[in-house]
């Protein structure tokens, strides 16, 4: 069984840092690309983050280019978002969310729960 | 445009069929995605590639597209798909992915 669980998440103050883990299981990591997605209370799902199977190229969305960095650690099985200096525009529930094999960028087959994060002083 | 465009909500009695649209240019390029969402719950995807349906997903929906608006169909509608509905895509410029604004299916 496919399953993604995100942690990591939590209350944090404008400018600070937070690390997004998503552990996966039941299907071979490096066979699929993989995205973070974010959705800020009462609003639609936002792409943040993409990253391809081989963990070489990855994309950004402009409002987090430069602040957060996705990345793959394959002995861990596991995907991760590395956010820095924080807004309270970044605030809301953070999906990790895998690529059928061979699709590319998008569609998201599976998703985790999703880990809230807080951005407020 | 980098945008793709939902009507907020749309209203169907038990048991009739409705379509849901999401207008945008980069649509006459890129292929559509729709995702379910129920209060609570992640987004599911329901169908990817304009048409494709993932395992699991009844029949009862169905999607195309022409020129820059896609669909998705959900005919015999249940009670059950009473949710927020995303369109998914590229923009226009191919090096972003956006999401519609979500309509809300309200089942009568």
């Known amino acids: 069984e496919v399953q993604l669980m995100e942690s990591g998440g939590g209350l944090v103050q404008p400018g600070g840092s937070l690390r997004l883990s998503c552990a996966i299981s039941g299907f071979t990591f490096s066979n699929h690309d993989m995205n973070w997605v974010r959705q800020a209370p009462g609003r639609g799902p936002e792409w943040v983050a993409y990253i391809d199977r081989s963990g070489n190229t990855m994309y950004y969305a402009d409002s987090v280019k430069r602040r957060f960095t996705i990345s793959k650690d394959y002995a861990e099985n596991s995907l991760y978002l590395h956010m820095n200096s924080l807004r309270a525009e970044d605030t809301g529930i953070y999906y990790c969310?895998?690529?059928?094999?061979?699709?590319?960028?998008?569609?998201?087959?599976?998703w985790g729960q999703g880990i809230p994060v807080t951005v407020s002083s | 445009s980098s945008e793709l465009t939902q009507d907020p909500a749309v209203s169907v009695a038990l048991g009739q069929t409705v379509r849901i649209t999401c207008l945008g240019d980069?649509?006459?390029?890129?292929?559509a995605s729709w995702y379910q969402q129920k209060p609570g719950q992640a987004p599911r995807l329901v169908l990817y590639?304009?048409?494709n349906r993932p395992s699991g997903i009844p029949d009862r929906f169905s999607g195309s597209t022409s020129g820059n608006t896609a669909s998705l169909t959900i005919t015999e509608t249940q009670a059950e798909d009473e949710a927020d509905y995303y369109c998914n895509s590229r923009d226009s410029s191919g090096l972003h992915l956006i999401f519609g604004g979500g309509t809300k299916l309200n089942v009568l």
């Open positions: 590639g304009n048409s």
């Open positions: 969310a895998r690529v059928p094999s061979g699709s590319g960028w998008y569609p998201f087959d599976y």
């Open positions: 980069s649509l006459r390029r890129f292929y």
